[in-house]
Each structure stands twice: as C-alpha cells, then as structure tokens.
C-alpha cells in the first residue's frame, strides 16, 4: 500500500492496521502481551485508557540498604587506631534520593586527633545541606549530645557540629575531642540524613 494511499486510509481500515500490527516480534514491536518471554511485557498497575491510569507512588518502588566504607577524620592532626577504625555506615537510593546512616564507635582509638571531626557521605550533594539526626553518647555521664552535620553543594565532607557542654542550642558549635565533652574511648555518636544526590 502506498503512502497516499495509507493517508487516505478509512477509520476502520486504521484500526484493522493497529489491531493487525506486529505483537512480541521485537522489542520495539508496537504490541507487547503479558508475560515471561524475550519480547513480552511485565505485568503493570496501569490502564491504557488514558484517563484512568494510576500513578506510580513511592510507596511501591523497593529500596535497598547498601552498606559503603565510611571515610573519616578531623581537620587538624588525625586521630589514631589500634585497628581498622569502626566506622560503619550504609544508604538507601531510590532515583536521585539518598538517606544514609553513619555510625562510629571509638573503641580502638588511640588517640582522638585534633580539630573539628569529619565523615564522607556516599554520594555528592546536589545542594548545601545542614543534617541534624545525630547524637553523641557520652557513655560515663550517660548524657546524649545532639549532633549535626554540614556538607556545601557539590561535595561529601560532611563537617561535624554539636551543641556545647552546657546544651547550648543558640550555636552550632565545631565537634572535637573536647567539645562538647572531653571522648573516651567508650563513646560513640551517629548521624543520619536524607539529600539529593548531584546529577
């Protein structure tokens, strides 16, 4: 059939055409059946009608936790380890969506270091960020101290900030060996987030 001939082509003889083309042929096939097949589709929560189709919701996508090599230090002399340091952390991505989870535990620290404390998120940020679901455990007082922490736009330094020795929350004061409290090696702090990844 010729081009002019297709456009002068009646409604039905259309329709016969769409109803008539290649089904499962390839994976550029204009029709596609259910199932398991090289060139099938999967089954889907959708509707062709172009009024009624359902949105896909977050609710629905599987996230996975994926445990990375925490990175970190301080901005002065580095801290020292009788051991690989213990740090732990892991992240869910869905898309360009990253919640992550940093953990670490001081007690094969030999020497706390100087300066403010540092860990590297798994991903760049695409913009600045100020994180605040942290904690220091000040085990020996069995007083908790709120950490939080600041990464600027296109980097994964996540600087580490806390309140003072007295919960002062007027400030951001920087997280040290001594501040808010002198570490021990029985402490421990953690620190969490949810931030989009740079593209």
């Known amino acids: 059939m010729s081009f002019l001939s297709e456009r002068n082509s009646t409604f039905q003889q259309v329709k016969d055409f769409h109803l008539n083309s290649d089904v499962d042929q390839s ?27 359902k949105r896909l919701k977050l609710a629905n996508f599987e996230g996975e936790s994926v445990d990375f090599a925490v ?9 020292t380890f009788s051991s690989a340091p213990l740090f732990t952390g892991s992240y869910t991505k869905i898309g360009n969506i990253c919640h992550f989870q940093i953990a670490v535990d001081m007690d094969n620290i030999t020497n706390f270091g100087t ?12 913009h600045p960020y100020q994180f605040r679901d942290g904690c220091l455990h000040d085990i020996s007082t069995g007083r ?10 296109g980097q994964k330094r996540l ?22 409290v002198t570490l021990s090696t029985a402490d421990n702090f953690h620190i969490a987030g949810t931030y989009e990844i740079q593209q």
């Open 144 to 153: 908790n101290y709120s950490i939080s922490g600041h990464v600027a736009v």
């Open 159 to 180: 600087y580490l900030f806390t309140t003072d020795a007295q919960g002062n929350r007027s400030f951001d004061a920087a997280f040290t060996s001594t501040v808010p």
């Open 71 to 79: 990175q970190g230090g301080t901005t002065g002399t580095q801290p």
């Open 27 to 53: 994976f550029i096939a204009q029709h596609h059946t259910l199932g398991s097949l090289t060139n099938q589709a999967s089954p889907g929560d959708h509707i062709h009608d172009g009024t009624t189709s």
């Open 115 to 126: 300066g403010e404390y540092y860990v590297d998120l798994p991903f760049n940020v695409s």
